[in-house]
């Protein structure tokens, strides 16, 4: 399955982890878990499509009120975008300071990677963490959007939560992996 540059055939896993280690067996874990998630994640932007487009066609052919398609039309949104955040950093699809790549050596280019990771890491897992934080206030709170529908709002916090976190765990797998490749040489 390819669409747009993502081919679930090809593997994104971390490539400088050696397979027999405990890194590279966690980011083989890792790939199975991203390649299902993103096939999921497809299914909710075709899912958001069809429910925006029903939403259309019931307001202009049928003057019906369209109350819920909306909110769950931007809760799959919102579970597909960041559910799908470790598949994209898995392929290294997120921002890297690419622009400097030609410019430094071939250890400045490393040392530039792991700078990069380490950043992108820390603010990932403060990202997860305050997630993860407003997601139980959601819940104990039992809040609900402000719609009529009041759908909970646990729910979007919870994938939130859940893909900020992934991507936090893939970051470190690819610094770890990069730090064991350090170390081999």
């Known amino acids: 399955m390819s669409a747009h540059g993502i081919d679930l055939g090809h593997s994104t896993a971390v490539t400088s982890a050696r397979p027999g280690s405990p890194v590279g ?23 958001s ?9 019931a307001r202009y052919f049928f003057n019906a009120a369209t109350y819920w398609q909306d909110e769950a039309a931007v809760f799959l949104l919102v579970g597909a975008t960041f559910l799908s955040t470790a598949f994209v950093q898995a392929g290294r699809g997120h921002i890297g300071i690419e622009a400097l790549t030609g410019y430094l ?10 700078a990069v990771d380490a950043a992108s890491l820390s603010f990932c897992a403060f ?12 819940w104990v709170d039992g809040q609900v959007s402000g719609s ?36 081999s040489k």
């Not at 966690?26 to 994640?41: D, E, K, P, S, W």
């Not at 499509?49 to 066609?57: R, W």
């Not at 990202?127 to 959601?138: D, G, I, M, Q, Y």
């Not at 992934?166 to 970051?171: E, K, R, V």
Request: proline share 3%; charged share 10%; glycine share 2%.
């Open 105 to 114: 050596s071939k250890r400045g280019n490393a040392i530039r990677m792991l």
């Open 25 to 47: 067996r966690i980011a083989r874990a890792m790939t199975l878990l991203n390649r299902a998630i993103v096939v999921l994640c497809s299914i909710a932007l075709i899912v």
């Open 49 to 57: 499509s069809a429910i925006l487009s029903y939403s259309v066609a």
């Open 148 to 183: 009529t529908w009041a759908p909970p709002l646990w729910i979007p916090y919870s994938m939130m939560s859940l893909g900020m976190t992934l991507m936090t765990l893939q970051i470190a797998l690819q610094l770890a992996a990069s730090l064991e490749t350090w170390r």
């Open 127 to 138: 990202f997860a963490w305050k997630s993860w934080t407003l997601f139980h206030e959601a």
